[in-house]
């Protein structure tokens, strides 16, 4: 039963019963149809000037990178050049290289910024255990400069190194361990070995643009697994690190011609080995990229 309700006084009574809704409601009148424009031709030369335009942006921030870069790394130099077991230049060096990195990045020189973040990174944990700082860190630190100082101003980018595989040969489980962990800091995976001949079976199998090796292994030493790496199909140009020990370093050095490409010394800093290893995979890219 439906209750009434009373009505107040002063106020209308209610109706009895709403209209009806119409049967229909009447469509919407029709939008008025859009005249097509006719298609403008643009005048010789004028479509090629449009699709061209990024591209100069692009080379006029490069150009703003490139003077700016080059002032940052005449500062580097200057500290490498004096270089010393002081905080400050380790503080400065790293400032510097950080700096290199953030503007790298923000003009998409992507290869310089990886580069930079890596050097500024071993220049940070050079400031934390200064005594590290050897023959081993400054001749890495030295060659991130010129890698750096090769990449600016080159006219078309430096070809990408992301996913890339290195293979690493160690007698020791914790060296091994340890490579991967420094590789990992630099975004490089590993496919780690125990001896020279699986090393050879690995790269015989799959091409790795980049090895790491022990020099002082059981059976065959690094300098053996160089020359029998190097005549596999594919592998007479991939980079070879050699790692060995810190009393050893500077006569091994003279060896290396034998056909490593560079060494470290260990213990090692973990952010010199990934800076090292950088540098030798962007060094292998920009040829194969220049003689492609």
């Known amino acids: ?13 209610p109706p009895s019963a709403l209209p009806a809704p ?18 403008i ?3 010789a030369g004028r479509a090629s000037m449009i699709s061209t335009t990024r591209t ?22 200057r500290v490498l050049t004096t270089l010393a077991h002081t905080s400050t230049q380790l503080v400065e060096l790293g400032r ?32 934390e255990a200064p005594r590290k700082l050897s023959t081993s860190t400054r001749r890495t630190l030295g060659q991130a400069h010129e890698r750096l100082a090769a990449l600016n101003g080159a ?6 190194i992301a996913g890339c595989t290195a293979l690493v040969v160690d007698d020791e489980g914790l060296s091994r361990t340890t490579m991967g962990l420094a590789l990992a800091k630099v975004g490089i995976a590993v496919n780690p070995v125990e001896h020279a001949q699986a090393a050879l079976a690995a790269a015989a199998a799959q ?10 292994m059981q059976g065959m030493n690094g300098f053996q697994l160089v020359t029998r790496l190097r005549a ?3 592998y007479a140009r991939t980079p070879v690190i050699l790692v060995t020990g810190a009393t050893e370093f500077d006569q091994t050095f003279r060896a290396t011609p034998k056909g490593a490409d560079d060494l470290i010394a260990k213990p090692y800093l973990l952010m010199e080995l990934g800076t090292k290893a950088l540098i030798h995979l962007l060094d292998a890219r920009v040829e194969a990229w220049a003689g492609a």
């Open 41 to 43: 031709a643009l005048p």
């Open 232 to 234: 596999l199909p594919g």
């Open 96 to 127: 510097l290289f950080h700096q290199l990195a953030s503007r790298a990045a923000a003009a998409e020189h992507t290869a310089i910024a990886r580069l930079a973040e890596a050097a500024g990174s071993l220049a940070r944990q050079l400031l």
């Open 1 to 13: 039963a439906q209750v009434q309700l009373p009505q107040l006084a002063g106020m209308p009574a």
């Open 207 to 216: 091409h790795f643009p980049l090895v790491l090796s022990d020099v002082m």
């Open 56 to 77: 100069y942006h692009f080379q006029a921030n490069s150009g703003v990178f490139t003077r700016q870069c080059t002032a940052t790394l005449a500062d580097i130099g």
């Open 155 to 160: 006219t078309t980018p430096a070809p990408e």
């Open 22 to 39: 119409s049967a229909a409601l009447a469509p919407p009148p029709p939008l008025p149809v859009q005249p097509v424009l006719p298609e």
